[in-house]
């Protein structure tokens, strides 16, 4: 078991409550987002290690 301090717990409720406030949608949203980017990084890169700039 764990011992927190006042500010730890303050601290934890409020990162909840704004978890909480987050809607599924958003998430998802924020997962394709960052995803495309992922991709277009990894599509870059292999284009300057080949040389193709399409």
């Known amino acids: 078991m764990v011992t ?4 730890e ?4 409720r ?3 409550t ?3 406030g987050i809607k599924v949608r958003d998430i ?3 997962l ?9 990084e990894r599509n870059d890169r292999a284009n300057r290690l080949t040389g ?3």
């Open 32 to 40: 394709v987002i960052l995803s495309k980017g992922k991709l277009a």
């Open 9 to 12: 717990v303050a601290l934890i």
């Open 14 to 16: 409020s990162l909840l």
């Open 4 to 7: 927190l301090s006042d500010d």
């Open 52 to 54: 193709d700039n399409l």
């Open 18 to 20: 704004a978890l909480r």
């Open 28 to 30: 998802d949203k924020a």
